[in-house]
């Protein structure tokens, strides 16, 4: 939960916008603690969302925040909920709908034609930068579709982000009406509950297709990541964009090693491979082999 500091007092006249000085120390910070880059452009956009923080946590101004975080020692507590309201959430339900397309009749096949054994799960799915968990409900509806239709095949997902407040939306698997308005409506009425309150305009996923998927926090900027390797199809789609060419290079590199040799790699459609030595093959849009 979040720090409160005191009661909040006025703010001093000019302090409620950041300084050249405040906002170059916080794009530093969050580009290090998260890789994502805070150019000058967006320094309306912080002093925004920053301003609630303020409210949560009861400092009075944006000047005293930042003294708070690199005068007093504030980051050893706040620098989770700093990323949570620095961090961009878009996300939808069957999002690049071609990737789900291609993993049903390209991707899955192949895997099962060289399924491993054993009594665990035959398929094991990360979704990277899950967000509130539209894409790894959508990949446990897909598999769930296709596990009907072929007998199989078993599968986990895991799915993280760097954002506390995202994944306690994702836990909760409860969204607006509207956002699973992508869900095919057959699809949907297999796996998405409506609110007996028809009024609170809210939906939520079934649990035993919740069930199928574990979120955890990861920050791809760790030295090393909590997570399994092996993993026969990792998502990580629209979060490269938001990270220079050397970051880039370091996590796709990390997600490769996690990666078993014959698994595959989605990004996002607006993301490309171009100039990275690594050990993937295309084999569809922003879809990779492992070799």
């Keep these: 939960m979040s720090q409160t500091t005191g009661p909040a007092t006025t703010p001093t006249r000019g302090y409620d916008r950041l300084s050249q000085r405040n906002f170059q120390r916080l794009a530093t910070f969050i580009e290090g603690y998260s890789g994502i880059k805070m150019p000058s452009t967006k ?10 923080r303020l409210r949560a946590t009861g400092i ?13 020692d504030g980051l050893a507590s706040e620098a989770i909920h700093l990323i949570d309201a620095m961090t961009t959430n878009k996300t939808e339900f069957f999002r690049e709908p071609d990737h789900f397309r291609f993993l049903a009749d390209h991707v899955v096949p192949r895997l099962m034609s060289t399924a491993r054994g054993g009594a665990g799960p035959s398929l094991k799915i990360w979704s990277a930068a899950c967000s509130t968990g539209a894409e790894p409900y959508t990949l446990a509806m897909v598999l769930a579709d296709l596990s009907q239709q072929i007998s199989g095949p078993r599968y986990a997902i895991t799915a993280t982000d760097i954002s ?3 994944l ?3 836990v909760s698997g409860i969204y607006p009406e ?3 308005a992508p869900v095919p ?17 809210l939906v939520r996923i079934v649990p035993d297709l919740r069930s199928t998927v574990r ?19 990792i998502f990580c789609r629209n979060i490269l964009i938001y990270f220079d060419k050397e970051t880039q290079q370091a996590v796709l590199q ?13 990004l996002g459609h607006s993301e490309t491979l171009a100039g990275f030595q690594l050990p993937v093959e295309p084999v569809g849009p922003t879809v990779f082999l492992r070799r």
């Design 254 to 266: 990390h997600l490769t090693d996690h990666l078993r040799v014959g698994g595959f790699l989605f």
């Design 164 to 166: 506390t407040e995202v």
């Design 43 to 52: 320094v309306t956009m912080v002093e925004g969302r920053l301003r609630r």
């Design 215 to 233: 979120f955890a926090r990861l920050n791809l900027m760790d030295a090393t990541w909590p997570v399994e390797r092996e993993m026969d199809i």
């Design 168 to 170: 306690d939306v994702a």
């Design 178 to 180: 509207a956002m699973v």
């Design 185 to 201: 409506s057959e699809i949907r009425r297999r796996y998405v509950l409506r609110s007996k309150d028809r009024s609170r305009g």
């Design 60 to 72: 009075a101004d944006l000047k005293q925040y930042c003294d708070f975080l690199f005068e007093k």
